[in-house]
């Protein structure tokens, strides 16, 4: 089991950055691949970023390569996304997920846990 808790959300102007954490309990944490997600309202759920369970490999959404930068620290239990450049089209719930063996990183049905989520609004 692990549990993820996010934070780091709030409201920021357009251009501006913010970077939203994700703390983990459990002692596997560093055998699961992590994802960020966020869904706006109105909309599903889509994927943002993953990265694989050591750190060295990482993908990201179209929409936000470039703008966004994922990490994680095994040795805390944390996993980070960093974003930069922000437009008011990121808005939206910021989910955090983990997944033992994901079969698709960009899939959300890969994950088996969720946190509760963080929202990102950005003003224009």
């Known amino acids: 089991q692990v549990q993820l808790v996010e934070s780091g959300g709030g409201l920021v102007q357009a251009g501006g950055s913010m970077r939203l954490s994700c703390a983990a309990s459990?002692?596997?944490?560093?055998?699961?691949?992590m994802g960020w997600f966020r869904q706006a309202p109105g909309k599903e759920r889509e994927f943002v970023a993953a990265?694989?369970?050591?750190?060295?490999?990482?993908y990201y959404a179209g929409s936000v390569k470039g703008r966004f930068t994922i990490s994680r620290d095994n040795a805390k239990n944390m996993v980070y996304l960093q974003m930069k450049s922000l437009k008011p089209e990121d808005t939206a719930v910021y989910y955090c997920?983990?997944?033992?063996?994901?079969?698709?990183?960009?899939?959300?049905?890969?994950?088996?846990?969720w946190g509760q989520g963080t929202q990102v609004t950005v003003s224009s």
């Open positions: 990265i694989s369970w050591s750190g060295g490999t990482t």
């Open positions: 997920a983990a997944g033992l063996r994901p079969r698709s990183y960009t899939n959300s049905a890969s994950y088996d846990f």
């Open positions: 459990g002692r596997a944490f560093s055998t699961y691949a």
